[in-house]
């Protein structure tokens, strides 16, 4: 790409991309990082990329980097390259210039059709902006009682991919707009999608031992991002963030509010071993819970990392999402998975009151918004009926859930169990 780009100092707030009337500000957080450079792609070949480094005197302020591009074509791919030491075992870091990551703050990225290979990852610039203008016609928040609510869970892709569903667009969000009739005649007030932010289905190394086909991440539970849709789940590849949009509007004029299942405990780049995607690239020792004595990962997920959820930038990265999923794409509520480790500290000590618990309660732009937690963890943390003394905090109660179908199911032996969760 040729240089053509004329640039300003910009702004460090708001984080991300955005779009001002004089061009486009990049913001991205990191305290340790060295050297930082945006790297811009218009074309697949890298030969038509261009790296901008931030001169750090004038293009940092306090630990934020940030450069405005004046009037940069609004089709533009990015990622950043940052620079810092590398130094897992000393200090947590773990920063390698080889890779172009994403920015945490990316309301998009260029992702392919669902199954197919992600060469971008780690290699390409992969975000991109969020660049058109959205007319919700008046939508405006259903805010049914909770106490009303018959919250219906769903897979967007498995809810229409077999032929059975009958849909013109199975697997998408457009497809689940197709069966709002059918979900109406089942008299729910809400569907709860799991989770619909950008993950790598083909990020498993396991095979089908009968047929040695690779299995894919089927359930997405493995964040790159916890703002961008995934581009898989829409019929166009072009307009994840429109087609997410007209799927939530057609919803809510059915009478019927939208509930995503969120992610924020841990993300697809795993242990020290993982895929070095952004997170880890940016400030590991910021974004993840860390060992204090030998670095390494705490794991209180699962999954081979734990978000540092009570940091102040990871709260206020998990803030602005929330907001974001409410004004900018009006979603109704979250159901956050695994939520007790958002109740850990940096050694991941449980918090009497976690502040980043209390933030999401008492945040005026999500005041009406439905809040319910998965009040447990993979470290054996459970917390139902104690998650939170706010009483804006719902819980999902695992043990009645999984009691009540089994004894609706028929397996023997369940009556005792009925009798003690209905107690």
């Known amino acids: 790409m040729k240089n053509a780009f004329h640039t300003r100092v910009g702004s460090p707030l708001p984080l991300g ?7 486009v500000n990049f913001a991205i957080f990191s305290r340790n990082a060295t050297a930082v450079s945006l790297v811009i792609a218009g074309d697949s070949e890298q030969a038509g990329w261009q790296e901008i480094a931030f001169n750090p005197a004038i293009h ?28 897992p075992e000393e200090a947590g870091h773990a920063f390698d210039a080889a890779r172009i990551l994403l920015d945490p703050y990316a309301k998009e990225i260029h992702s392919p059709d669902w199954g197919r290979p992600r060469a971008c990852l780690g290699v390409e610039p992969c975000c991109l902006l969020d660049r058109h203008d959205y007319d919700w016609e008046g939508d405006r928040p259903l805010n049914i009682p909770l106490q009303d609510s018959v919250i219906y869970e769903l897979h967007v892709r498995g809810f229409t991919r077999h032929p059975s569903s009958k849909t013109a667009h199975p697997g998408t969000f457009r497809g689940l707009t197709e069966k709002i009739s059918y979900l109406k005649r089942l008299g729910i007030t809400a569907v709860e999608l799991m989770p619909v932010t950008e993950f790598n289905e083909n990020e498993p190394t396991f095979v089908n031992p009968r047929t040695g086909e690779r299995l894919k991440n089927f359930w997405g539970y493995s964040p790159l991002s916890f703002f961008a849709p995934k581009c898989g789940y829409s019929s166009d590849l072009d307009a994840p963030l429109k087609e997410f949009r007209d799927m939530v509007k057609a919803l809510h004029r059915a009478g019927i509010e939208v509930i995503l299942d969120i992610v924020y405990n841990h993300t697809a780049e795993g242990g020290a071993d993982g895929p070095t995607t952004s997170f880890r690239g940016i400030d590991a020792s910021i974004y993840y819970l860390l060992d204090p004595w030998t670095r390494a990962y705490l794991n209180f997920s699962g999954c081979g990392n734990t978000c540092n959820c009570n940091h102040p930038i990871v709260r206020n990265l ?15 509520g979250f159901r956050f998975d695994l939520a007790s480790i958002l109740g850990r500290d940096a050694n991941g000590q449980v918090l009497a009151n976690p502040p980043v618990v209390e933030m999401i309660a008492e945040d005026p732009v ?45 397996r023997p032996g369940m009556v005792p169990a009925l009798a003690t969760r209905l107690a």
């Not at 306090?62 to 591009?69: E, R, S, T």
């Not at 999402?321 to 979603?331: G, T």
């Open 17 to 23: 991309s955005s779009l001002t009337p004089q061009g």
């Open 318 to 332: 998990i803030m602005d999402a929330l907001r974001w999923w409410v004004v900018d794409m009006h979603v109704d």
């Open 60 to 87: 940092k302020t306090g630990d934020v980097w940030h450069i405005l591009l004046c009037n940069p074509p609004l089709d533009l791919r990015y990622g950043y390259r940052l620079q810092g030491p590398h130094a």
């Open 366 to 410: 999500l005041s009406a918004t439905k809040i319910i937690a998965e009040a447990w963890d993979a470290a054996g943390l459970y917390q139902v009926g104690s998650f939170s003394p706010h009483h804006r905090w719902a819980e999902w109660n695992g043990r009645f859930r999984d009691d009540v179908r089994a004894f609706v199911c028929g």
